[in-house]
């Protein structure tokens, strides 16, 4: 196995799709997202995986069991299993973040360009159990 090695934030910084996922272990899946400004990714409980978040560029609240948690370049948040959250994207410009689920939560190598095209095709991506390698 050879697992993942690269420049995670020129990735993030690089990433214009919604939703891309780069790696996915057994345990764990490395995400790339960028929401646009106003966009969120909606509420959400993953009742059986924890999740972490950290920003690149932009500025955004990342909601916490009604909690609002401004976030802005290089921070980080964890949201744990069974919170209900969201992400949204308060600035001006496109809010990029990377994010680990643990354990995973989509198909591995899946591409969403938009937020429209991830809603109409979650629960058909929704992890199948096959890693990366």
Same mark, same amino acid.
């Given at each position: ?33 960028? $929401? #646009?400004?106003?966009?969120?990714? *909606?509420?959400?409980? %993953?009742? !059986? ?7 690149? +560029? ?36 496109? $809010? #990029?973040?990377?994010?680990?689920? *643990?354990?995973?939560? %989509?198909? !591995? ?7 429209? +095209? ?16």
């Amino acid at each position: 196995m050879k697992g993942f090695r690269d420049d995670i934030e020129k990735l993030t910084e690089e990433n214009t799709d919604f939703r891309r996922v780069l790696y996915t272990g057994k345990n764990l899946q490395l995400v790339l997202m960028t $929401l #646009q400004p106003g966009e969120e990714i *909606g509420e959400e409980v %993953h009742e !059986d995986r924890d999740q972490f978040f950290r920003i690149e +560029e932009g500025s955004g609240v990342i909601d916490i069991d009604g909690v609002e948690n401004a976030v802005e370049d290089d921070i980080a948040v964890i949201v744990p299993a069974g919170a209900r959250h969201n992400v949204r994207n308060t600035g001006d410009e496109p $809010l #990029q973040l990377y994010t680990i689920y *643990g354990p995973p939560e %989509h198909k !591995d190598g899946i591409v969403q360009a938009t937020k429209a +095209e991830a809603d109409e095709r979650h629960h058909a991506e929704e992890w199948d159990g096959k890693t990366t390698e």
